[in-house]
C-alpha cells in the first residue's frame, strides 16, 4: 500500500468515526428548544385535544431521547411521549433518585419565568433504560407548560 492509499483509506475511516459519533449523541439544547416552539405551534394551529394526542401517541414530536411533556400549572401530566401511563396523573410530588421534585422544579420554572431550561436532574433515559443527568426546557402556555430535555451524560 503506498502513502496515498493509507491517507485516503486512513480519510475515509475518520470521516465514518466521525458520522457515526455525531449520529450517536445525544439530542443536543438548540433541538430540544425548536422542539417545544413547534409543539407550542402545534397546540396554536390544531388545539390542545388534538395536539396533546400527538405528543403522547403520534411520532411527529420523537427524535432520540427527544419527546414532548405538557402539564398544567398544577403538576396534573397533559400528555408524555414517553409514557401514555402518566397522562391525567398528578405527578408535582414526583422525585428524582436523590430527592429532587422534578415536575415542581418544572412548574415553578413555568410559573416565574415562562419559559427556560431547569436544573438538572436525574431521570430515566428512554433510549439506553439508564438514569442520567437531564435538564427540560418548558414554555408555558396559558395555564399549562410545553417541555422537552436533554439528557447530559
Known amino acids: 500500500m503506498n502513502r496515498q492509499q493509507f491517507l485516503k483509506g486512513l480519510l475515509a475511516t475518520a470521516a465514518a468515526a466521525s458520522f457515526a459519533s455525531a449520529h450517536a449523541s445525544g439530542a443536543t439544547a438548540p433541538e430540544a428548544e425548536a422542539m417545544v416552539k413547534r409543539a407550542v405551534a402545534y397546540i396554536k394551529q390544531n388545539g390542545a385535544e388534538k395536539a396533546y394526542e400527538e405528543f403522547t401517541h403520534g411520532k411527529a414530536f420523537r427524535d432520540r431521547e427527544l419527546y414532548v411533556i405538557v402539564y398544567d400549572l398544577n403538576g396534573k401530566n397533559l400528555a408524555h411521549g414517553a409514557n401514555a401511563k402518566l397522562v391525567g396523573k398528578d405527578l408535582i410530588g414526583m422525585k428524582?433518585?436523590?430527592?429532587?421534585?422534578?415536575?415542581?422544579?418544572?412548574?415553578?420554572?413555568?410559573?416565574?419565568?415562562?419559559?427556560?431550561?431547569?436544573?438538572?436532574?436525574?431521570?430515566?433515559?428512554?433510549?439506553?433504560?439508564?438514569?442520567?443527568?437531564?435538564?427540560?426546557?418548558?414554555?408555558?402556555?396559558?395555564?399549562?407548560?410545553?417541555?422537552?430535555?436533554?439528557?447530559?451524560?
Do not use: C, H
Not at 433518585?97 to 420554572?109: A, R, S
Not at 419559559?115 to 399549562?144: A, C, H, L, M
Open 96 to 153: 428524582d433518585p436523590d430527592g429532587k421534585l422534578l415536575n415542581k422544579m418544572l412548574v415553578d420554572l413555568a410559573k416565574e419565568k415562562g419559559k427556560g431550561w431547569s436544573e438538572e436532574f436525574k431521570f430515566r433515559n428512554p433510549v439506553n433504560d439508564e438514569i442520567q443527568r437531564r435538564k427540560v426546557y418548558v414554555e408555558r402556555v396559558g395555564d399549562t407548560f410545553v417541555g422537552t430535555g436533554i439528557f447530559l451524560d
